[in-house]
């Protein structure tokens, strides 16, 4: 059936369903259970076998494979052969368990970012979860809303709806109710129907759902919207440098080959040499252990509130230099509630906490006495048809969940604080004949209605735009509008106008012009209503701890000046009276000038969301990294080009959430800074993590390397190698992933520009390595010459005991180990416990000593090799106090010549 062909009427009846009563909650639950969740078919999650079978899906995996092949066919001893294909199959079960816990994780994510819809059920309207949508349903859609199924329109005003996703057309679709009579037609050109997946980005209007799930457009095509991208750039980045690693080391492979060949080392002695030297520079278990770092790590942030959609946020999260924000919601409570009314005749004061609509309206003062009230009423009356909000209270949580406007809501709990004048405002008899959504070019919204014959059109906008179309100005009004401003409330105009109803007797694309045209000029006043919602009490706080870590704060906002800089100077935003900057006036600036400007600024007030485009593109140009938030469907422009954009999980709409990188689900700025230090300690602790595994893995090959040149047995066998990345690295790999975010990761600006590998980590790598390199081959020197499978114990030993020590060093690269506590991670104590139990096994038990070719080791061995493994930790330990020391020095120098100066 082709619903777009069908009258309204004609489908309601197909459907079995009364449009102004909707479906009653028992027969939606019904047809719950019939037509299932209102949830696409994604792609099959693979199984634990195809996940393990992947874990060799990896060109490092098959050189690996290929060592072991050659090996076997051309080693007099084939046991290292079995030893290599054993431990790659046990990595694969670990990488198993690790990839399957990650994927657990992200599917958890999912729920963090769960939509909603507004339908209509048992004659109201309710806020229910976009899969209990079903067939038969009436939506209720505004401008920001997601369209949670496909549906009939049948009630559409100016409304407008981005349907790239199934069509490809970045211009959006205007919508009408109007049955199309024509044969069968395009997606696209179906303008009654709106469909799952797309987003209204203008306009209000009302659907009757005829298709959820599968069913769907989208869903018959099997394009799911993924909310969580699970790229891991970070982990591309590890891949990049290990190809290029193998890249280096099969070159000087073959190289040593030639060389050891032309001098007459056997063929087998120098491939079991290449081989472990091979084995050396291979991460068999770093591409997992990131992995689960950073996605363990963002499930802690979603649980804190902070929903990571796109993983590349965590790389900009904790770089960010300059953040923009609106002052609505971020800085703010987010519960707007309407205090203060003016109206030409009086004014009245408003009581009441958020959107609890407990509280008065008090004239002068005097509570339950508001006279003639002719303006409040109309006032009254207009916000009642213009305010289309939702409004839901969680009982867990006790706070309020919006859909729609806030400004929609404050005025719907303004109208239920009315009680004495409920009977004369008489909202619900008024017909409504068209309206026009808020728009960011008219800066108003209107509603056009009629009552017995008389047509009277009322609208809530700016008060600037409001005045100009009105007939008179009233300066007492002008008066009050200043004095609202400077006590930092939101102020918005009301007004009204008669017309004649006829008007709007013309087909539905020309309402648009005659409803704009006719409130061009010849308004009546109603009055001033100021919304006032109060700045969180953390916020002064968070913002100048932001500050002192480097962080540029600019509030873009599209408020009035005098509003803005109550909130700025409450918060401490704002500082120097030349960092603002008015829409007009960064409209006249030229991009030289732009650019010039954006270097002070701190302050944007009546800002449109293109004039924030362009605000951040300028930023761009100053090599700013840029971390944007946003709420409204004319953001999402500006969230997309940020290198972060951050939307409000609670009064953000559908628009901005799917663009942005992260979504707030507690819309409060002190969980951007959060966002920001939890950011900086996941970068930190892969950072943590690579520098462990590389400085451990380039000291196995020196070892390698030693022994060629100097023509000695190799100290140490590719399955000895194997034992150590596997054992040794990957338990304390986890451990040191499980670290304690460390204080005072804000105020290190460093991490800001900072890379995961970058040539000082590399020389750090190096650094490292050469002690266990050297110390190793000391051990094997002492005892090769008599013994040579004791000589190998001893540097294996040897070997694990430099990456034991080598952990602790790398819990912090400036902090000693005693700063940080020797048992704030117990997770490393565990793991080092596990790993020194699993090397007596490997000496003592005699299935792993013939196994791994090992012998126990003499108790002053131990000794020894504990002191000679222990300098490495020591060594590390002077050049952290070094580094505090120059830091210090340099900070007592720069404070001594700040007091010269100031003397």
Known sequence: MNFYQQSIE?????????????LSQQEAERRLKLYGMNALVGKKPDSYFMIFIRQFQSPLIYLLVLAAGLIFFMSDDSTDAFIISGVLIFNAFLGTVQEGRSRNILEQLKHFAGASAVVVRDGEQKIVAEEEVVPGDVLVLQDGSRIPADARLFEAKSMVVDEALLTGESEGVRKTAETIVADTLILADQKNMVFKGTYVVAGLGKALVVATGVRTEIGKIQESIQEIDTEMPLKREIDRLVHWMVAVILVICVGLFGIGYSVGIRLSELLAT????????????????????????????AKNNILVKRMQGVEALGRADTLIIDKTGTLTRNELVVSRIVTPQARYSVSGIGYFNEGEIIKDGITDDLGNGGHLVNLLRACSLLAHAQLRFDERTKTFAIKGDPIDAALMILVQKAVSLRDRIHGNSYKELYEIPFDAQWKYHAIFTERQGVGTAYLLGSPEVVYACAQEKMPILQEEFDRMLDRGLRVLAIAQKRFDPPIFSVPEEQKLSIGAREL???????GLIGLQDAIRPEVSASIKQAQESGLHVIMATGDHLKTALFVARETGIYTHPGDVLLGNELEALDQEQMDERVRQVTIYARVTPLQKLSIIEALHRRGRLVAMTGDGVNDAPALIAADLGIAMGGIGTEVAKQAADIVLLDDSFTSIVRAIEQGRHIFYTLRRVVLYFFATNFGEILVVIFALLLRIPLPITAAQILWLNLVTDGFLDMALTMEPQEPGLLQQRWLRRARLVNPLVMIKMIYMAIPMGVGALIMFLRYYATDLTYARTATLI??????WFNAWNCRSETKSVFQLGLFSNPWLLLAIGGVFVLQLVLLYVPIMQRIFDTVPLTCADWVLIFLLSSTLFMIEELRKWL????????KSNHVMAHDDVEN
């Open 10 to 22: 004609d489908v309601a009846k197909h459907i079995d369903v009364n449009l102004a009563l909707g």
């Open 274 to 301: 290449l081989t472990a030297l091979f084995i050396c520079v291979v991460p068999e278990g770093l591409p997992v252990v990131l992995s689960l770092a950073l996605v363990t790590g963002i499930y802690r942030m």
């Open 520 to 526: 061009a000029t010849g308004l009546e006043l109603l």
């Open 798 to 803: 040897t070997m694990a005991m430099f990456q």
């Open 883 to 890: 580094m505090r020391w120059v830091g210090v020095s340099k």
